[in-house]
C-alpha cells in the first residue's frame, strides 16, 4: 500500500513507520513537529520508500500521488504538551481530521483514526467497554484534548456514514516504550527520569488513581489488525493491567534499585481516577491482546532512556 501518515515523527507513529516500512508498504510522513521529534525518524533518512514533509495537517494542504490508506496519528497526547498548546490540540483533532478525511475520500482510501481513552474522561463506568459514552468536562483543562478527540471520532463516523468511508477508529490507552520524551510529563518517563537521577518520585493526590500501560509494539500490533479489519467502530486498544500510581512508583524503585524517594505533589485538575481497557472486542475481533509484561516493557524503556540526550547532558 502507499500510505499517508499524520504525526510521524511522533512517539507511536514512528514504531508504526518501523513496522509498516519493514512490511514492505511505501509511507508519506507528515508532522509539523510541535510535540514530535525529528530523534524519532532519524534513522529512516534515505530509506526508499519513505517520504518526510514538514507539515501542519491543520492548514490546508496538497500531497501528491493515490494513496490507499490514509492514517491521522497527528496530536499532542501528554497532558503537559496539550495544556501547553490546547488550541493546536483542538484544530488537529477537528480541522485536522477533516483535512486528512478529505484525503481519504478523494483517494477511495481507508483511514484510521487514533483516539484515545481520554474519551471516557474520569470514567463512570469500569473497566472501560467501548459502548460507554464518557464522563468528560467540557470546560476543564483536559477538555481541549478529550473533546477534540471527541469530535475527531464524531467527523469520522459521518465521513463513514455520508461517504461510505472505510474508517478505523482506535482508542488508544496509556502508552509507554522507547522515543517517549523523557521530560514530556508524563508519569512513565517522570518517574524514570526521577529514579535514573535519584531525585524525588513526584506521585500525584495520594497516588490512588489508576492506570494499564501498554508497550509500544503490543499496540503497534494492535493498530495493523484494525487497520486491515472490517470495523468502523471504536475499539479500545491497551493493557489491561492496572495499577494505582503508587504501586507503579513502588515498582520502579524496586526495579531500578533507586535511591529515590516517593513524594507527594497536589492532584492535577480532573486527574482521571482510574482507568483500565476492557479488551474483549480487540481480543474477539481482531484476535489481539498484549504479550509484553510491564517489566519487560520498562527495561526496554529504560535502556532507551539511558542513552537519551536530556539525560546524559544533566548527569554528566
Ligand atoms: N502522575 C504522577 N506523577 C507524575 C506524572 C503523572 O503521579 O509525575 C500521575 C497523573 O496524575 C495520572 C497518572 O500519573 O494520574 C498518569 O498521568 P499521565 O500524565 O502519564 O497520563 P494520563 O493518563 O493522565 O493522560
Not at 88 to 116: D, H, I, P, Q, Y
Not at 209 to 235: A, N
Not at 282 to 308: C, N
Request: proline share 6%; glycine share 8%; aromatic share 8%.
Amino acid at each position: 500500500m502507499r500510505i499517508l501518515l499524520s504525526g510521524a515523527a511522533g512517539f507511536i507513529a514512528s514504531h508504526l513507520l518501523d513496522r509498516l516500512l519493514g512490511d514492505g508498504h511505501e509511507i508519506v510522513g507528515l508532522d509539523n513537529l510541535l510535540s514530535g521529534s525529528m530523534r524519532n525518524i532519524a534513522h529512516l533518512e534515505g530509506h526508499p520508500a519513505f517520504t518526510f514533509v514538514q507539515r501542519d495537517v491543520s492548514q490546508p494542504f496538497t500531497v501528491e500521488g493515490h494513496f490507499d490508506a490514509v492514517l491521522h496519528l497527528a496530536s499532542p497526547a501528554s497532558p503537559k504538551d496539550y495544556l501547553d498548546y490546547p488550541i493546536e490540540t483542538l484544530l488537529v483533532g477537528s480541522v485536522g481530521t477533516r483535512n486528512m478525511l478529505e484525503v481519504a475520500v478523494a483517494n477511495g482510501a481507508r483511514f484510521l483514526l487514533t483516539s484515545t481513552s481520554e474519551c471516557y474522561g474520569d470514567p463512570a463506568e469500569h473497566p472501560q467497554r467501548e459502548t460507554y459514552w464518557g464522563n468528560v468536562n467540557p470546560v476543564g483543562p483536559r477538555s481541549c484534548y478529550d473533546e477534540s478527540k471527541r469530535f475527531a471520532e464524531a467527523i469520522t463516523m459521518a465521513y463513514h456514514r455520508r461517504h461510505g468511508l472505510r474508517t478505523r477508529i482506535a482508542r488508544i490507552f496509556n502508552t509507554y516504550g522507547p522515543r517517549m520524551k523523557l521530560n514530556d510529563g508524563r508519569v512513565v518517563p517522570a518517574f524514570l527520569d526521577q529514579a535514573l537521577r535519584g531525585t524525588p518520585i513526584t506521585v500525584f493526590g495520594d497516588g490512588s488513581q489508576t492506570r494499564s500501560f501498554c508497550y509500544v509494539s503490543d499496540l503497534v500490533d494492535g493498530l495493523i489488525r484494525l487497520l486491515h479489519s472490517q470495523e468502523s467502530y471504536p475499539v479500545n486498544l491497551g493493557n489491561p493491567h492496572e495499577l494505582t500510581m503508587r504501586e507503579f512508583a513502588e515498582y520502579i524503585q524496586e526495579m531500578t534499585g533507586t535511591v529515590s524517594k516517593i513524594v507527594y505533589h497536589p492532584l492535577p485538575e480532573d486527574d482521571p481516577k482510574r482507568r483500565q481497557p476492557d479488551i474483549t472486542k480487540a481480543q474477539q475481533l481482531l484476535g489481539w491482546e498484549p504479550k509484553v509484561a510491564l517489566r519487560d516493557g520498562l527495561r526496554e524503556t529504560i535502556a532507551y532512556f539511558q542513552t537519551s540526550p536530556e539525560l546524559v547532558q544533566t548527569n554528566s
